[in-house]
Nanobody, 126 residues
Framework: QVQLVESGGGLVQPGGSLRLSCAASEFALRWYTITWFRQAPGKEREAISTIRSMSSSDDGTDYIYSVKGRFTISRDTSENTIYLQMDNLRPEDTARYYC????????????????WGPGTQVTVSS
């Protein structure tokens, strides 16, 4: 099982930026599809961005509409870390953010992932 750890969350004002990290110590994340999810209190867990395995025919990225153009997912293979750069943050981005790893067919379905980190809290407030 892949052990994941998220970091980089915090309190930021609207319009501000944060960079989240998802790191693994024992497995090469480049061979997994890595997806960032978030969950706000009282809401369902929501997939927001994914970066596909480097072994797939399409090792690209995807975003949900509400974060496209504001968030950027990237991979640093030397650090074995996946980053989520979040710019122009809004109060509605407030949630606990999780990264998940797996070999999946439907990247936005949390049911397809077996490996999760504990999450990091992001709060956007003035």
């Amino acid at each position: 099982q892949v052990q994941l750890v998220e970091s980089g969350g915090g309190l930021v004002q609207p319009g501000g930026s944060l960079r989240l990290s998802c790191a693994a110590s024992e497995f090469a994340l480049r061979w997994y599809t890595i997806t960032w999810f978030r969950q706000a209190p009282g809401k369902e867990r929501e997939a927001i961005s994914t970066i596909r395995s480097m072994s797939s025919s399409d090792d690209g990225t995807d975003y949900i509409y509400s974060v496209k153009g504001r968030f950027t997912i990237s991979r640093d293979t030397s650090e074995n870390t996946i980053y989520l750069q979040m710019d122009n943050l809004r109060p509605e981005d407030t949630a606990r953010y999780y990264c998940a790893a797996g070999h999946v067919r439907t990247w936005y379905s949390h049911l397809e992932y077996d490996n999760w980190g504990p999450g990091t809290q992001v709060t956007v407030s003035s």
